[in-house]
């Protein structure tokens, strides 16, 4: 890799590990599962930076969290992060992050919002939603339900996701 990859890579994982500690997560009740921004740039990584770059930095954010720092939601680290409750959204980032700039192409802002929301938010709910079921041994329906209430907050952060990737891909790439 060159150096200008390095650091957008090191870039985005700073993004995540930034804006996943520095907001507090709002907890949903029901399920224990917090509302964080690390959706959003994993959203905005995904539409700013090349497939590898995008796919690098969610799993340099993952191995990071997996080896103690405290990056994940709730100031949180370790193993036993990534393999409880809410690690199948964590395990999701690296491919959600790969798949939206995959099929990005020109990262027209209905193309680019479209695929946040395929891939950011459905990706991610999918992966998150099957750990879940299989830690709390509860159907998948019954774990997604609960989900479905935080949908509004998750398209707001694909829009906000795509906006500034429009701008801010100007002046990164």
């Known amino acids: 890799m060159k150096i200008k990859q390095i650091v957008r890579v090191a870039l985005f994982t700073a993004l995540i590990c930034i804006f996943t500690i520095s907001v507090p997560p709002i907890i949903i009740p029901v399920i224990n599962v917090p509302i964080t921004l690390q959706t959003m740039?994993?959203?905005?990584?995904?539409?700013?930076?090349?497939?590898?770059?995008?796919?690098?930095s969610m799993v340099l954010y993952i191995i990071l969290g997996g080896l103690g720092l405290p990056v994940f939601s709730g100031m949180k680290s370790g193993f036993q992060v990534l393999v409880g409750l809410t690690g199948g959204f964590l395990l999701s980032f690296p491919i959600a992050a790969y798949m939206i700039s995959l099929l990005k192409g020109q990262g027209s802002f209905y193309r680019?919002?479209?695929?946040?929301?395929?891939?950011?938010?459905?990706?991610?709910?999918?992966?998150?939603?099957?750990?879940?079921?299989l830690y709390t041994k509860q159907p998948f329906i019954s774990m997604l339900i609960p989900l479905l209430i935080i949908i509004p907050f998750d398209i707001i952060k694909a829009i906000l996701a795509t906006t500034i990737s429009i701008k801010l891909k100007r002046i990164i790439i």
Do not use: H, T
Request: proline content about 3%; aromatic content about 10%; overall charge positive.
């Open 41 to 56: 740039i994993v959203m905005l990584a995904a539409s700013v930076l090349p497939k590898k770059e995008a796919f690098l």
């Open 112 to 133: 680019l919002l479209m695929l946040n929301i395929i891939f950011g938010i459905g990706l991610v709910y999918v992966f998150g939603v099957i750990q879940m079921s």
